[in-house]
């Protein structure tokens, strides 16, 4: 735990994300942004865990993230991403979409372009749950059932799907270019094709049995046919959305409402969840721990994976465990990110080797040495 620094904000943080890094450069990444949410006035921040020098020295010991800048923020953030180097998008529980922009040379944040009350009911005002991001354009999906297409280029909205779901939609995310995938209230997760003009789902998958609401949803990065879900019982779920409707494998994985669900961008063979129950966890699909690392390979390991899926030459990598589903075998290990602690974490970013989280205890997690 001697690699994490943990910083007290005084703002409960609802959401955690990395400022992207250029994929020419091996550099890790060294800012963040944060939401917060259930405070009288909720704000976002920027962060640095840059060491400029002696500078980081003056409130706290070096290491510590130093705060940027701020911006008052209309109701809870309840998704935040970045649409590119200098600009991120929120999800507001007053229905709001709105883009800020990061001014790096004067460390000042504004507001580029807002979309009020984009999720709305009759009467009232809905939650804008989640948005996802693929330059210039942005989705995002609310309590009242709505999915909206934006672009960051236009005041106007691209599409609406009135109707996409009786129920509350708890996130999204891109499948392909093309497609999204959101999940909900009652356990499903469903596909939409945007080059269908049609506004119903292409696919649907559900949890058979108890209609467990999921809560969020992340796309392996290399094969995108693989998505995990976590939800309200706790489960990690992982699905194959080309075979079959309901998931491919359920892990246990805490013992409340899993909040995050992340594979990591460059080495999907980990995988990290963070919980109402206070947890974040890293997953692994090894069953070599006594390996070097070095040994294990990276995507195309499949000639020493155990897995029983993998073919025996092609790059199946250790992937393939999971869909093997069964972590009493060993090829899922299991680790315990942070030091104990009974508020829940709600939201966690990895990229590289950086790990930054964000708690209802009002405290920020950054750890640069993940062991990935």
């Given at each position: ?7 007290y ?42 060491n ?7 409130d ?51 507001v ?21 991001c ?50 909900n209230?009652?356990?499903?997760l ?59 494998s ?5 013992s ?74 060993g090829?899922l ?40």
């Amino acid at each position: 735990m001697e690699s994490i620094n943990a910083k007290y904000v005084s703002q409960k943080i609802s959401k955690t994300r990395w400022r992207p890094v250029s994929h020419s450069s091996l550099q890790q990444p060294d800012i963040f942004a944060t939401g917060s949410w259930d405070n009288e006035d909720n704000k976002i921040y920027f962060w640095s865990i840059a060491n400029n020098g002696g500078s980081g020295m003056e409130d706290g010991f070096e290491g510590d993230p130093q705060l940027l800048c701020e911006h008052k923020h209309d109701g809870d953030v309840l998704d935040l991403q970045f649409l590119d180097q200098d600009r991120i998008v929120t999800a507001s529980s007053t229905g709001a979409v709105t883009i800020f922009r990061h001014h790096q040379n004067s460390q000042t944040i504004s507001v580029s372009q807002s979309w009020a009350r984009a999720h709305r009911y009759p009467c009232d005002n809905a939650p804008c749950t989640g948005v996802v991001c693929s330059s210039p354009e942005i989705v995002s999906v609310g309590e009242d059932g709505r999915i909206i297409v934006f672009r960051a280029d236009q005041e106007g909205v691209i599409r609406v799907i009135e109707n996409a779901d009786s129920s509350t939609i708890h996130a999204v995310t891109y499948l392909r270019t093309t497609e999204i995938l959101t999940v909900n209230s009652i356990g499903q997760l469903k596909l939409w094709d945007f080059r269908q003009q049609s506004n119903s789902p292409s696919q649907i998958l559900s949890l058979s049995g108890d209609r467990v609401p999921l809560h969020c949803v992340d796309r392996h990065p290399n094969q995108q046919h693989i998505v995990a879900t976590g939800g309200q019982d706790g489960m990690l779920c992982v699905w194959d959305v080309r075979q079959g409707n309901t998931p491919f494998s359920l892990m246990e994985a805490h013992s409340a409402e899993m909040w995050e669900v992340h594979f990591h961008p460059t080495n999907p063979d980990h995988l990290f969840t963070c919980s109402e129950d206070g947890s974040l966890l890293h997953w692994e699909t090894s069953s070599q721990s006594d390996m070097p690392s070095f040994l294990q390979g990276g995507r195309n390991s499949s000639m020493i994976s155990r897995s029983a899926m993998a073919p025996a030459g092609g790059n199946q990598s250790l992937i393939s465990a999971w869909l093997n589903g069964d972590s009493s075998k060993g090829r899922l290990e299991t680790t315990h990110m942070l030091p104990s602690q009974t508020l829940s974490v709600n939201s966690l970013d990895v990229l590289g080797q950086c790990l930054v989280c964000g708690t209802d205890g009002e405290a920020i997690f950054v750890n640069r040495q993940v062991p990935v």
